[in-house]
């Protein structure tokens, strides 16, 4: 691939005109909430909304695997980029508060928080690596990390309320108050069950949101392969789930099918932690393999820029902070989470990325990997079904 074709694949993610942080300002504005304001032009007449994110489902992917969708490829097809770092804990929080990500600071999977040591892996709420145990909930309090409002409590200051239906293990998690706080919580024990919670859910009240969360589908891609056999068996599984809810949602509903990201698989692995050059100057490396943070040492940003570049060569983006903030990947940046974003920002082209051999040893093995700016990994469907 020249260079001029890598530079055209990469997405730098429209905040305000066709992100995930626009969908539910739009869906609230759709609903009658005063203050939002319906910025993708939904125009849904309807009183009751179910979005339904399905982790790890990339729009191209989608069209790609039509006739194994035929339910959702059905629907009118639209787009929205998730916005960077396109990686679950970001994306979510994007998706709940209606934010960019430097607006609402949940910048990374593992970002560096001001005054720590240690990174803070954001997915999981809790420190990153060896160190003494903490109570991640209350050192590190999902309000204080995030402090803007979300969507849920807008509904429900408003009058609408909101239900998120998923596995108990987000009940209450880092990322459910992060992101998602103020709403009723409805745990899920399995496909089935989470058909049910959410037909419970809509409609229970003359308005009503309900936000639904289905995972396996990146799970299978991170493991098999984005373009592999599995993945798409379990992609009909999804699209059996859209049409059930599809057809049992009372009227004046929408449906809403979207995602966290996309994804690509990797075939050219750079290893930081066994590489001659990579380390040099690094005090941390946040991140994951296609969107890494790099904090350097004091004073030696230029130069872990210049080794980077050199080393790295057109097969990723080497910004600094200050680059990638003026590019607007992160959209506008709130100045209180500046200092998140690590001293340069990689992301990676095509099918590279950096991992680590030693600290990671999971997540370098895996088959299929997001986080960056291609397209395969920014744009995430958009379909909408109305009764
Ligand atoms: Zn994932």
């Known amino acids: 691939m020249s260079a001029t074709a890598i530079h ?8 305000g005109e066709a992100s995930l942080a626009d969908l539910l300002p739009s869906v609230l504005a759709c609903l009658g909430v005063a203050g939002e304001t319906d910025r993708l032009g939904l125009a849904l007449d309807v009183d009751h909304v179910c979005v339904l994110l399905v982790d790890g489902l990339g729009a191209l992917a989608l069209a790609e695997n039509a006739a194994t969708a035929p339910f959702l490829t059905g629907l009118p097809a639209a787009t929205l980029t998730a916005g960077f770092p396109s990686t679950t804990a970001t994306s979510l929080t994007t998706l709940g508060t209606g934010l960019p990500p430097g607006e609402h600071g949940i910048l ?12 803070f892996n954001t997915l999981r709420w809790r420190l990153h690596g060896e160190g003494p145990k903490v109570d991640a909930l209350t050192a590190f309090a999902p309000e204080h990390v995030q402090p803007r409002p979300s969507a849920f409590e807008r509904a429900i200051a408003a009058g609408i309320p909101a239900v998120q239906v998923a596995p108990g293990y987000q009940n209450g998690s880092g990322l459910t108050r992060a992101g998602w706080r103020g709403g009723d919580f409805r745990p899920t024990y399995s496909v089935g069950d989470l058909l049910d919670g959410v037909l419970r859910a809509v409609g229970s009240a003359p308005k009503t949101l309900v936000y639904t969360y289905h995972s396996e589908l990146d799970t299978t891609g991170h493991a098999r392969g984005p373009a592999t056999r599995a993945w798409r068996f379990e992609l009909a599984h999804v699209d059996r789930i859209a049409a059930e809810l599809a057809a049992r949602l009372p009227a004046r509903s929408a449906l809403i099918v979207t995602a966290d990201h996309g994804m690509v698989e990797l075939v ?3 290893d930081f932690d066994t590489h001659p050059e990579l380390p ?3 005090a941390e490396l946040g991140g994951e393999p296609r969107a890494r943070h790099v904090y350097t040492r004091d004073g030696a940003a230029a130069d872990v820029a210049a080794t980077w570049r050199a080393v790295l060569g057109a097969d990723f983006l080497v910004r600094t902070r200050a680059e990638a903030v003026e590019a607007g990947w992160f959209g506008p940046v709130a100045g209180e989470f500046t200092s998140r974003i690590g001293d340069l920002v990689v992301a990676a082209l095509g099918t590279s990325g950096i991992v680590r051999t030693a600290a990671e040893p999971v997540q370098t093995m895996m088959v299929g990997h997001h986080g960056s700016l291609t397209a395969a990994e920014q744009l995430v469907p958009l379909r909408i079904h109305r009764t």
Do not use: H, M, T
């Open 8 to 15: 055209d694949s990469v997405l730098v993610p429209r905040y």
């Open 108 to 119: 990374s999977y593992l970002l560096r928080l001001p005054g720590q040591d240690r990174l």
């Open 268 to 270: 050219d692995r750079i």
């Open 280 to 282: 040099d100057g690094v």
